[in-house]
């Protein structure tokens, strides 16, 4: 399984971005996956920044809430994370992260990372 991410770049505070990831797997597989973003900024840990689970149930950290949307389209194997309102703390690398369920567990397969810089 592999995870491409896309979609980082500059923005000014206040604006919008688009992060997709995509992923080269069966659609039958994947639509059994939970899928999400997580985020490491400089000097930090990864965190969890979204997720959306096989049913389409969505969770979101608490500093995102209200202007990050992540959604997911498993005909097309991807998962997307639309980024409104950015804020300059919202700088750093973005990785999409896949837990895939198999017969014997489960397994996480990450993307790799896209820069996100957010300027004041």
């Known amino acids: 399984v592999q995870l491409q991410a896309s979609g980082g770049g500059l923005v000014q505070a206040g604006g919008s971005l688009r992060l997709s990831c995509t992923a080269s797997?069966?659609?039958?597989?994947?639509?059994?996956?939970?899928m999400g973003w997580y985020r490491q900024a400089p000097g930090e840990q990864r965190e969890l920044v979204a997720q959306i689970k096989s049913d389409g149930e969505t969770d979101y950290t608490d500093a995102v809430k209200g202007r990050f949307t992540i959604s997911r389209d498993n005909a097309k194997n991807t998962v997307t994370l639309q980024m409104n309102s950015l804020r300059p703390e919202d700088t750093a690398v973005y990785y999409c992260?896949?837990?895939?369920?198999?017969?014997?567990?489960?397994?996480?397969?990450w993307g790799q990372g896209t820069l996100v810089t957010v300027s004041s």
């Open positions: 992260n896949m837990r895939v369920y198999y017969v014997l567990g489960s397994h996480n397969y």
């Open positions: 797997m069966s659609s039958s597989l994947l639509s059994g996956s939970d």
